[in-house]
C-alpha cells in the first residue's frame, strides 16, 4: 500500500510540475497595487528626454501598455537576455528591489534575441515576479539604445527617461532614492 501511495504522489507532482514548468504560460506576473499614500515622488529633471513608450506583450500573454504604467508611478526598465552571465549575476539584485519597492515602483524585464521557452525559464530560476516580455524584433531594445544587455533604465513618474545604465547598475537602490523615490 505505501508503494503505491508513493507512486500516486509522485506522478500527481509530476503531472504539476512541482519543479517548473517549461510552457511560458506557466509564469504569471501582477502588476503593483495602488501606490501607498506615504510615497512620494521626485520630478524628472527639466532636461530629461520623454521616455520612448512601448506595449509588451508579456511572457504569460498579457499585453503591458508601459505609457499607462508610468502615469501612475516610476517604471525601471530590465534589458536582458537568457543566456546573459552579467544579466544573471546582478538579477538577485534586482529582484530583491522589485520587491522592496513593490508597489511604488514598477519593475518590467525586455529581452529581446531568447527564446520564450528560456525567458521563462531565466525567470522562475530567478524567482522574478515582476512583468518580463520578449521583443523578438529588437526594436525596443533599439529605441532605447541597447546594444547588449544588461541595461537598466529608469523612467520617471509621468515618462521622462532620467537615467541608463548599460552593463547594468550596482547601486539601483541608492539611485532609486535619489531620481524616483522620497522617504
Excluded at 508503494?3 to 502588476?31: K, M, N, Q, W
Excluded at 517604471?75 to 519597492?101: K, R, W
Excluded at 515618462?159 to 532609486?176: F, I, K, M, N, S
Amino acid at each position: 500500500m505505501r508503494r503505491v501511495l508513493t507512486g500516486v504522489i509522485v506522478a500527481v507532482l509530476a503531472l504539476a510540475g512541482c519543479s517548473g514548468s517549461d510552457d511560458p504560460a506557466a509564469v504569471s506576473f501582477e502588476l503593483p497595487g495602488e501606490v501607498p499614500s506615504d510615497v512620494t515622488f521626485i520630478d524628472a529633471p527639466p532636461t530629461a528626454p520623454p521616455a520612448p513608450s512601448f506595449e509588451l506583450e508579456l511572457l504569460d500573454g498579457a499585453t503591458l501598455d508601459l505609457a499607462e504604467q508610468w502615469a501612475e508611478r516610476p517604471v525601471v526598465l530590465v534589458f536582458f537576455e537568457s543566456f546573459c552571465e552579467l544579466c544573471a549575476q546582478q538579477q538577485a539584485d534586482i529582484t530583491a528591489l522589485s520587491e522592496e519597492y513593490r508597489d511604488a515602483v514598477l519593475f518590467v524585464g525586455v529581452g529581446s534575441a531568447s527564446r520564450a521557452d528560456d525567458a521563462a525559464e531565466y525567470v522562475r530560476e530567478h524567482d522574478i515576479t515582476y512583468p518580463v516580455g520578449l521583443n523578438a524584433d529588437g526594436e525596443i531594445f533599439r529605441r532605447y539604445g541597447v546594444d547588449e544587455p544588461p541595461l537598466v533604465a529608469l523612467i520617471a513618474r509621468g515618462g521622462q527617461l532620467v537615467r541608463g545604465w548599460p552593463g547594468g547598475v550596482d547601486d539601483l537602490g541608492a539611485q532609486l532614492t535619489e531620481f524616483v523615490v522620497a522617504e
